[in-house]
């Protein structure tokens, strides 16, 4: 599920934080997206209708009255849209939604609007925090809006504080989530890992692998659409984590080892995407590594598999990656029995297309005991939600172990039942 072919309806409101929303229509367009924007007389002073045009938007509408509009189009967009976003938003447009006050273009088109809305807020923290303007975003939120932000960084006004308007791609991010609506995780606790691990040398030199952690970013996303309560265990990474997700950074392989084991404390699933290092350096110097002009010889010792290690608080799903180049189905059908996997993910970064840092990947989702899925090249977001697919349908076909009364410790098989898939995530406007 992708925002492509989706009919997004993009308000902007009188802000500095217009320009922002350049990037953002330009990010739906990408995603090949339908785009309408929507724009108030006070956000013109700040980005005009052209360059909304000129970036991909297919219609502009700025006046309820405009002449080449035909009768009644002043609320006939909210009835195209797929998603309405507002971003920027002031507090006046915020405070007109909450009063069903429609004097202009957006809201007009807004409060006639039934769909899922989503609200990125920005002004001066002063006007933020005004009683009256929270209270509004309250009362909105009650009747199933979505808020995303604002966020503390550098405003207009020249300080630092709340009230800036949320970067784009987390903008993007949240919409997509939203408009995936779908409730089959709520409830359950989901840990990802991402990235790959660095292990020292010296201050300034590691051992690391070529793991951009798209993959794994991607699977943390998707499960918050689905519902979950997700915990991100990432290495390092210069990517922008998915809105909703709690985010533990880590560096070495040993470290998140102990986070993953913290995490799955209680968790329902492991997606373990990250490419930890198989080996690390035996000893760690603690000033620079001159150069000699010698050779230099490096005592390596093995990473603990965290997989194999997971005892205690192991989920009751654990889907591991594998990344092979040679023998891929054979060689992931090894480690889903050796690493005691529910399901395998294995791919070949070595396919044109899908290499490291790649957008897409191909991959062969390998279920224990289930059929064998070849999927075609996709977007990582796609394909995050055909492994999610995949894993849920692999819980509710298969037994869960359950405590036998009277008899601590052994475990008898139960059959969980499905949970309700689709709906929608959002509330209809009274």
């Known amino acids: 599920m992708s925002v492509k072919g989706k009919n997004i309806l993009l308000g902007i409101s009188g802000g500095i934080g217009a320009f922002k929303a350049c990037e953002l229509l330009r990010l739906f367009v990408k995603a090949e997206a339908h785009v309408r924007v929507v724009m108030t007389e006070a956000a013109q002073q700040f980005v005009t209708p052209l360059t909304f045009q000129s970036l991909g938007a297919e219609m502009v509408s700025v006046d309820v009255f405009e002449a080449k ?16 976003i507002i971003a920027p938003c002031t507090a006046n447009v915020i405070g007109k939604l909450a009063g069903g006050i429609a004097d202009e273009v957006l809201s007009t088109q807004a409060i006639a609007y039934a769909g899922p809305i989503l609200i990125a807020p920005a002004m001066n923290v002063k006007m933020y925090n005004n009683k009256a303007v929270q209270k509004n975003i309250v009362y909105l939120k009650s009747t199933g809006v979505h808020f995303i932000g604002p966020e503390t960084g550098a405003l207009a006004s020249l300080i630092t504080a709340s009230g800036r308007m949320s970067e784009p791609k987390t903008i993007f991010a ?8 779908r409730i089959d995780l709520k409830g359950q606790r989901v840990v990802v890992s991402a990235g790959p691990t660095r292990e020292p040398l010296d201050p300034v030199r590691y051992i690391s692998n070529y793991s951009s952690g798209k993959m794994g970013y991607a699977l943390a996303d998707a499960a918050c659409a689905f519902g979950a309560e997700v915990t991100l265990v990432t290495g390092p990474t210069e990517l922008v984590p998915p809105p909703g997700v709690n985010v533990v ?8 080892q102990d986070e993953i084991d913290k995490a799955c404390a209680g968790a329902d699933y492991l997606f373990m995407a990250a490419a930890v290092a198989d080996f ?8 620079k590594i001159k150069r000699t002009g ?12 965290i997989l194999k290690s997971l005892q205690k608080n192991r989920p009751r799903k654990v889907i591991g990656f594998a990344l092979e180049v040679e023998n891929l189905e054979a060689r992931a059908h090894d480690k889903l029995r050796e690493k005691r996997l529910d399901m395998i993910v294995a791919n070949n970064p070595s396919e044109e297309g899908v ?20 999927t075609e090249r996709l977007p990582k977001y796609e394909l995050a939600v055909k492994i999610i697919e995949e894993a849920i349908n692999l819980t509710n076909a298969q037994p869960v172990p359950q405590t036998q009364p009277g008899a601590p410790g052994r475990q008898v098989p139960q059959i969980r039942r499905g949970r309700a898939r689709g709906g929608r995530a959002y509330k209809r406007r009274s």
Do not use: C
């Open 355 to 374: 290499g490291f840092g790649s957008d897409f990947n191909r991959v062969t989702i390998i279920p224990r005991g289930g059929k064998t899925l070849r």
């Open 280 to 287: 690390r350096p035996a000893s760690y110097q603690k000033q």
């Open 69 to 84: 509009l035909y009768s009644l189009e002043h609320v006939a967009w909210s009835d195209w849209a797929n998603m309405l």
């Open 249 to 256: 950074r880590v560096e070495t392989a040993l470290q998140m």
């Open 174 to 181: 949240r919409a997509r989530q939203i408009l995936l609506g």
């Open 294 to 305: 010698e050779s230099l010889n490096l005592t390596l010792q093995a990473n603990p598999d």
